[in-house]
């Protein structure tokens, strides 16, 4: 049986960790660790993608939101699209995103989109946690492990609206996993600055373009290297 959940970015009880505290200055923070897929296991580059680790964190207060990529970890490949930066505020329904394609930051500012999540009747323990399965709407292959156990409805890369914590979430780049929560006594991350950006529509709609223009090269080249050892 699936359920569909319409669901905006409202507050809902994102700020509500904080509120329940008597320290105006307790946090809560969630780190994550980023593993890659390994789509093809015989593929030249898979073991580089198996090693490949990355962490990030979220920390959540008085209705904002931070999303970042910490500079530890292993990192064997470059990533075509990565979001290094998601801010939020729940307060104005805002966003500020950065993303990182081959070195070059793009900064992205709009007003939190929509978001529409099928909750599925498939469970599993995730991290020690009881979660359920949620897929969003339009892009299957974005799947989110969400338990309800612990009453913060978001996760990583800004991913906001389920009824419970995503504890596990699979996207084009990745698997990103709970690593552990801790109340935490700071900010949340500052946004990065930048004199230029682009809405949501419009870096979509640039990415797009930029990956098809990237695999029209690549396969060019392929067709050329095959057609040399021909000869």
């Not at 064997?76 to 805002?94: A, P, R």
């Amino acid at each position: 049986m699936k359920h569909l959940f319409i669901l905006f970015f409202l507050s809902f009880s994102l700020s509500g960790f904080a509120q329940k505290d008597n320290s105006s200055n307790t946090a809560l923070l969630l780190n994550y660790v980023q593993t890659q897929r390994v789509v093809d296991p015989g593929h030249p580059s898979a073991e580089s993608y198996r090693k490949d680790i990355r962490y990030f964190e979220v920390i959540l207060k008085d209705g904002l939101y931070s999303y970042r990529k910490l500079p530890k970890g292993v990192f064997m490949i470059t990533m075509l699209d990565e979001k290094v930066y998601v801010g939020i505020n729940f307060k104005d329904s805002t966003t500020i995103q950065q993303t990182d394609r081959f070195g070059n930051k793009f900064l992205i500012k709009d007003k939190l989109p929509k978001e529409e999540w099928v909750i599925l009747d498939s469970t599993r323990v995730v991290a020690g946690w009881n979660c359920k399965l949620a897929v969003k709407k339009n892009d299957s292959w974005q799947k989110a492990w969400f338990t309800m156990d612990f009453p913060v409805a978001c996760g990583p890369l800004g991913e906001c609206g389920l009824p419970g914590l995503i504890v596990s979430y699979e996207f084009d780049n990745g698997i990103l996993t709970l690593e552990s929560i801790e109340k935490v006594d700071k900010e949340v991350a500052p946004a990065p600055k930048g004199n230029k950006s682009m809405t949501i529509d419009e870096y979509t709609k640039f990415s797009r373009k930029a990956n098809q223009d990237f695999f029209d090269e690549q396969q060019r080249i392929a067709e050329e290297f095959a057609k040399k050892n021909k000869q």
